[in-house]
């Protein structure tokens, strides 16, 4: 499975299968789940979604390592580091966690109304932390992550639209006092942008 496909898979579900394009990119994730109804499963999984969710737009897979990555005052290896974007303006730098007990294990950084200072430094308010792991409640054969409302910031140093990015540093704590860590390096290389659906036209688009 590439790259992308394991980041879509990483995140929300509901993200995934809304539209044909997102559903293409979704079929490994539900190819693993085989057998599954789409529906909740677990005690606490919700009865049933509401309200459609704003859909990924924007998916950006940036190569390096995690210097430092402390969830819960434990500390953490991560698999990979991706920025995603959704059409109603939030972003989140999710981490892909290295958890040999746990190969669904991610944790996002999320926030609302970043800002780009100038062409090498942006930086995300962060309002909530998703959490998901194989263990969570599932919708459509994919788990949900949680919710956890947090304050903190997220820091992104390099230039998007060239494709470069030297570094990734998040700090947040949520509202049970849990704190959650990130230090990203990049190697170097380009980030690897992947415009999931066409953003819609008043969205800063920072790759470009």
């Known amino acids: ?15 995934l299968l809304s539209t044909g394009a997102l559903f293409a990119l979704a079929a490994p994730c539900a190819a693993q789940t085989a057998g599954t109804r789409p529906a909740a499963e677990g005690p ?8 459609r969710q704003p859909l990924i737009d924007i998916l950006a897979h940036m190569s390096g390592k995690c ?3 402390k969830i819960a005052g434990r500390s953490y290896a991560c698999k990979a580091v991706a920025y995603a974007h959704n059409e109603a303006g939030r972003v989140s730098f999710a981490v892909a966690i290295e958890d040999p007990a746990d190969d669904g294990h991610v944790v996002s950084f999320s926030g609302e109304k970043g800002k780009r200072f100038d062409d090498n430094s942006y930086e995300l308010p962060i309002d ?10 599932k919708v459509h054969g994919l788990p949900v992550p949680a919710e956890e409302a947090s304050t ?15 570094s990734v540093t ?6 049970r006092g849990e704190s959650y860590e990130l230090q990203f390096v990049s190697d170097g290389s380009p980030i690897g942008v992947r415009r999931v659906r066409q953003s819609a036209a008043s969205i800063d688009d920072p790759f470009k």
């Open 152 to 166: 903190g910031i997220c820091r992104q140093f390099g230039n998007f639209a060239a494709r470069r990015v030297s």
């Open 44 to 51: 606490d999984a919700p009865k049933r979604i509401e309200h």
């Open 67 to 69: 210097t430092t990555l």
């Open 170 to 175: 998040c700090t947040a704590t949520d509202s």
């Open 1 to 15: 499975m590439t790259i992308w496909r394991r980041f879509l898979c990483w995140l929300r579900p509901e993200l």
């Open 128 to 137: 909530r932390m998703l959490l998901n792991s194989r263990h969570r409640p």
